[in-house]
C-alpha cells in the first residue's frame, strides 16, 4: 500500500474516505494486559530505550484493536534526559527531573548538542516499528511542546500548582524564553530525526498549555509551536498540535503551517470545526472518561462528533485527551468498532448496496 493511500493521512489531506480513521491517545500504555505482563519484567525507561521491546509495544494495540495509526513507543521525558537532566520515574510520584532548571546556570548545564546521537535507539524503534508495520498501519512520530517539557524540567516533579514554572515566567521572561528557544531548536531536530527515518506524521504534545491564560498562551506556547509546524513543513509529512485549554487556545494557532489540531474534550467540537475546518483536519475529542460509562453512552457520544461531519473527510477520530490506564479494554473494543459501523454509514457513496 503506498503512504498516500492510508485512510488516516487521506483524512489529513480531506480526500474521499469509506469511513473515519481512529486512533487513540497513549493506545501504548497500560489499559492493556498485554503492556502490564511485559513492564512485570522491564522497568519504564529500558523499555524505551530497547528498540525490540518499544516496538513491540507500538504494535500492541495496532494488533489487539487495529487501529489506523501507530503512536512510537517512547516518552517525552526522554528529552530532558538527553540535555542532561536525571530523570526517574516512581512508582506513587510519577517522574521525577533533577536538578530542577530554575536559573541561568541550570541552563547553562543543558547540553543541547548531539540530540539525534543520544536518541538513537528512538530511530531505530521508528525502523523495525516501520518493518513490523510492513506498509498496512501509518507510524505517528511525538515530541511534547517546548512550554510543556520547560514545565517537566523548571517543576521537576509532577506539576500540581505550577509555582516555580510561573515563579520563573514571570520573574525572568527573557531567561524563560531562552529556554523555550534552546527547547524548540532541539524538538525541530529530532522531529527531523523521526520523520527522516521514515514516520508518517508527527504529534506535538501541549499537555499543560492549559496552565496558561489565555493572552500568555500565543506568547508563551503557540509562537513556538508555530516555529516548529513552519520548520518542518518542507518534511512534507503532516504536523499535528494537541493543546488543552479550550478555544481561545486554539485561536492562537489559527495561522500555523500545521495540517491538524487536535481538539481537547473541554473544547466544542463543532466550535472548532467552524473556526477551522477551512484550514486545517481535526482530530479529536471525545471525553475519555465516556468509556468508564455504558455502552449506549458510548454509542451516543460516538454519533454525537460523527454527525458533525457527516460523510465529509478532514476528521480523525480520537479521545481529547490520552486514555486512562483503567477503562476497560471491552469498552475501548466497543468505541473502535462503533467508530467504524457508525461512520461508514455516513461515508457510503451513493449507488452503494446495503450489505
Ligand atoms: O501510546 C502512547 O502514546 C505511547 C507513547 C507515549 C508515552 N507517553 C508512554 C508512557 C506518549 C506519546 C507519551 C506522551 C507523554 N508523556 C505526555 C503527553 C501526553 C499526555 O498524556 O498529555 C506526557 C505529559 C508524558 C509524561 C509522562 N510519562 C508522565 C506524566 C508519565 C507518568 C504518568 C502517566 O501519565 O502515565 C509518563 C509515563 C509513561 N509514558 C507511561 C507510558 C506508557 C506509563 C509508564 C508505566 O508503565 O508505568
Redesign the pocket.
Known sequence: MRNNEYLFLRAIKKASLERTPIWI??????YLPEYKAL?QKYD?LTVCKTPELATEITLQPIRRFGFDAA?L?????LIPEALGQKLE?TADH??LLSPPIRSLSDMTNLKIEAIREKLLFVSRTIQMSRRELAGKTPLIG?S?SPFTLAVYMIEGQ?PRHFKHTKSFLYGNTALFHQLLQKLTTVVIDYLKMQIETGVEAVQI?D?WGNILPPHLFGEFSALYLKKIASDLKPLGVPVILYTRGGINHLLELKNSQAQVLGVDWQTDLAHAKYLFYQDYALQGNLDPAVLYGSKEAISREVERILSLFKNESGHIFNLG??IPPDVPLDKVEFLVEEVRRLSAKYHKKKGDHEQ
Open positions: 491517545m497513549r493506545q501504548a500504555g497500560r513492564r519504564f503512536i513507543f517512547a516518552d517525552i521525558l520515574f510519577g517522574p511525538f511534547g509532577p504534545f499537555t485527551h490520552g
